[in-house]
Each structure stands twice: as C-alpha cells, then as structure tokens.
DNA sequence: CCGGAGATTAGACAAAGTCCAGATTGCCTA
DNA sequence: TAGGCAATCTGGACTTTGTCTAATCTCCGG
C-alpha cells in the first residue's frame, strides 16, 4: 500500500471512487479520518471537523460516518460499550485495546493465523472476523 | 464441565463461592443467567426478573451485573454497539454474532488456535482475547 | 430492642445515537 | 437567467443505555 497525501483535494477522489457524492462536508469527515489514520469516534471527528467554527451538525456526521461504513470506505470498530469507533484502515486486521487508556491500535492481520473455527450455520456467511486483544497495565 | 441444576438454592452457594453475599434480587438475577445459559442484556435480565410482578430496580440490575463481572461470575462481550451483553459462561470462549438476528453463540476455545499475535508493548498484560465471527444470512 | 453497615430504590441525569420536517445547495432545463 | 428538483444538511426533539444520588430498607450483632 503506497503511502499517500490525505489533502482535502485527494478526499474528493477518494470519495467519487467509492461512489460517494463528495460534498463539503463529507471531504471534511473523510479528512479528518484519513489524515490522521487513527481510530476515531463519532464525537472525536464531531470535535476535529468544528474545530475551527462550527461547520457541521451532528446529524451529519452521524449520517456520512454511516454512508462511509455503507460505501466500505471505513471499517466500524466494536470494543468500547460507550462509543464506535470509526477505522479509515479497511484492510485486513486486527486491534489491539489499552482498556485503561482508550488507546486502540491495529495489527497486521497477515501476521496472525486463526485456525479451528467452526463451519458455519448453513446458509451463513462470514461478515468478518474480530480479534480483539485487550491489555492493560501491569499492576 | 458436569451438568448441573441452577435453581434458586443452587444460586445462593454459587454467589458465596464467588464471594458475593446472596440477596434475594442476586438470587433472581443470578437465576435468570444461569438457568438459561444465554447471553443477556441488562435490559433483558431486568425484564426476565420482573415477569411476575416488580421485584428489582434498574439501578439494582445494573449494580449487581457490574458486581458480577468483578468477582469473575460473568463476563462481558462487546459485539453490539447498541448494548452489552452479560455472559454466565466464564470458560475461555469466542463467540458467534449472527448480525441480522442478533443471536450469539459460543465457540469453545480448545478447538481454536490463534498464533502469530505481536509482543504486548513492555509493561502491558494480556487481559483477554476476544475474537468475534461475525456471520449473516446468505443473499 | 437498637445501631449501623450493606443493599435497594425512585427518579434525575448524562451520553450516544436516531429521527424528522424544514432549509439549503447545486444542477438542469426552459 | 429563472425556476424546479433531487440530494444534502440542519436544529432540535426524542430514545436508549447506563450512571448517580440521596433516601429508605434489611438484617445481624450486641
Ligand atoms: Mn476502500
Ligand atoms: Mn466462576
Ligand atoms: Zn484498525
Ligand atoms: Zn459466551
């Protein structure tokens, strides 16, 4: 995966590839989400995308993150019981959660084999899988 | 693991041995996790302890689930960002998520092999390693 | 019987997320 | 250029999950 520049300009290209009308807004969000390449909830990029004057309403970003999860251009990630969090990385991978601080980083998931799952319910397919490994602090 | 019967007097030396002190409403929670062996909501542990009529609050429910997890009578799993779920199964385990349904299953740890993880960062411990299969119906 | 620790309670509160009806935007066409 | 129109955005009411607090209840030991 060839690194890249996160400009505004390029979240307009970004966002017509996922067949995503970019708007103002919407080049905003994916910004604040792609430049910094972190894990962020709905109120972390509430927060970046007004930080300067008020740009963007709740809805909207609670209804672009959902279109972004829609278009696979974001991957949600489920580990909090308080918030989502919403990952610009949709590769493959795993994440490792520091219960204490909050702090959420990725694992290549190339470097991990799981082995010995269950056949599926018939019918059934896989969404995906989720490794989550939780550490904290040694006491 | 031996089959067991999870009445209500069975409950009361469950607790104890966890070091919980058996109230009545304790009992009745305890109750409604153990005798079903399924994963709960909050919400749903309140509604299943109060069908005959009114016998515990929301803010008991919410107290005594949180005590549990405490003591290690219960574990927690995160797969929906709407609610937690509350687990009686305390053996290692990952689980299931049927995402259209919502119904979460149990996948036993001893069949499943998962290697390849990173080191923890120094001074970092394992807390647990929750790998989640999400899975929906066919289209 | 009394005192007090532990447990329970109602209900106010907070945070995350949803919903809706009205306003705005940016095009397209006449 | 002036509508017309579909898509988008918005404030704010609303819902749901969970937390908190101060008052009350329970139960046991002295
Ligand atoms: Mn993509
Ligand atoms: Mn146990
Ligand atoms: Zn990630
Ligand atoms: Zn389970």
Redesign the interface.
């Given at each position: 995966m060839a690194r890249m520049d996160y400009t505004r300009d390029n979240m307009a290209g970004l966002l017509r590839s996922h067949d995503i009308n970019p708007t103002h807004q919407r080049i905003e969000i994916a910004h604040a989400l792609f430049s910094r390449q972190e894990h962020l909830s709905a109120d972390q990029v509430m927060a970046f995308v007004n930080t300067r004057h008020s740009e963007t309403s709740k809805a909207t970003v609670y209804n672009t993150l959902k279109l972004f999860l829609d278009k696979g251009l974001v991957r949600?990630v489920?580990?909090?019981?308080s918030?989502?969090f919403y990952d610009p990385n949709t590769s493959p991978h795993h994440h490792?959660y520091?219960?204490d601080s909050g702090k959420l980083s990725d694992?290549d998931a190339r470097?991990?084999?799981?082995?010995?799952?269950?056949q599926?319910?018939d019918?059934?397919?896989?969404?995906?899988?989720?490794?989550?490994?939780?550490?904290?602090?040694?006491r």
């Open positions: 949600e489920i580990v909090d019981p918030k989502v490792l520091e219960v694992i470097s991990v084999q799981i082995s010995g799952l269950p599926l319910p019918g059934m397919v896989t969404e995906g899988i989720d490794l989550i490994v939780r550490v904290r602090r040694q």
